[in-house]
């Protein structure tokens, strides 16, 4: 018998499904290479809608190249880059950064999407962008502000190089000449209007002390301040709404109820006010107004059309709705007197002196701290631990503060801490927070004097921070001094310091997000 007669054919039909299974999966990873995508973070991401995060509509996956890169390395200001001379690539510690953005949460298996600090450096610099070479048109006719701050915006981004300045520490910002210039010109021509509708204690009401005295010193400042503060709506570039968070919270939250749904109508409803009393509003559709609120719930609370606002946010959390180049992250500052909001401010022994790695103290909040606790807390060369008692008069905290090299900022509940800040004592911060975008993330260069650990490499903290050359951590250092300036409250307030920062982090939001004039405008259209 003829052996071919028992060879079996394969289905001509199944033949057929396997080549075209093949050729599809051939050509997948064809695009993937091609669009140089994270292959196990957009497969992940087929299995868990969970694992995506919104931003307006644009996904995130982001180009390996990041603002840091050696592009940005040059000394002539080109017009527009928010990254300016060495800033980032010579100091930035690298080791920090996970860029696949896949994490798993500490005590956990799940894996979630983690916005790494380059991706935001490269949402900030998306964001502005895109405004800037948007040739979209707007309906109305520009007002003469808008007009006024497209001027501006120009005169910012040609801003002269400033190779070294005696009151700014060049690498410590992303471009210091646009900083500055921005600075000088919020200080030329910045007018603010602060809506008086609203009731006591909500609003027009500070709390001066504690955590959340952020939003209560702001408030408090510029209702009292006479060079910014306009009468005049029609001059005014930005609107302020004078609400408190916090009372917010303490006056209309029923204890136990777990709903903060009373808190949100009841913003709803005053914004809604403004808009049917006032025509500013509608104007922008609320783009130049403005806020400052830092209870952890601030982010819910501003939902709807207070999101439209630009958001000034303690809570600045990615992925609690927080908006890279549109809202804005103010720093977490615990005032411990509401008389003098300097007291217990700083100090700055040398390096030498500092004979602690690391310092963490405080209560067991959120899923990171339990976690570095067991992992460090017997460490030789770290001091992590849980809360100090609070005895009148100790100075135990501060003192480890000052004697560590590293001062470390886990989150908590919610994404952000005072511990950011409090580098008012010299420690280089750790910030192990994943989503939180930094104070004054618009114009300071975080990664030159602090390290950004994810969440999930919490076990090989050590490591990290010795794999830090001395040099480095020099630098570092030596920034964190420099930066301190922008951290601290005055009753009087000065040039550069926390109250201006907040401001000018509106101000300069505010700039940037001014939309492109007709086509045909020049510059030498603005009347004098």
Sequence with gaps: ???????VYPNQ????????????????????????????????????????LPFSGKSFFLSKNSPSSSANDTTKNDGFSLFHDQNVSSISPAVYVNHSGLSSAPGGDSQTVVVTISEMNNLLLQSYSSLHSSQQQLTKPHSQVDIELFRIKEEIMNAPAVLSDVELYVSVYRNVSMFKRSYELMEENLKVYIYKDGEKPIFHSSILEGIYATEGWFLKLLEANKHFVTDIPTEAHLFYLPFSSRLLELTLYVPHSHSRNNLIEYMKMYVDTLIGKYPFWNRTNGEDHFLAACHDWAPAETRGKMANCIRGLCNADIRAGFVVGKDVSIPTTYVHSAKNPTEDNGGNPSSSERSILAFFAGQMHGRVRPILV??????????ITGPIPHVKGDKSYIEYMKRSKYCICPRGFAVFSPRVVESNYGCVPVIISDDYVPPFFEALNWESFAVFVLEKEVVNLKRILLSISDEKYVEMERGVREVQKHFVWH??????????MILHSMWYTRVFRTQNPPMNFSSANLKD
């Design 374 to 383: 067991n992992y460090w807390g017997k460490d030789p060369d770290m001091k």
């Design 1 to 7: 018998m003829d052996q071919r007669s028992n060879f």
């Design 13 to 52: 039909t199944g033949s057929r499904k396997f080549v075209f299974v093949l050729c599809i999966s051939f050509a997948l990873i064809m695009l993937f290479q091609f669009l140089e995508l994270p292959h196990h973070t957009m497969m992940s991401s087929f299995l868990s809608a969970k694992k995506l």
């Design 491 to 500: 009753a009087e307030p000065l040039k550069y310091d926390q109250f201006h």
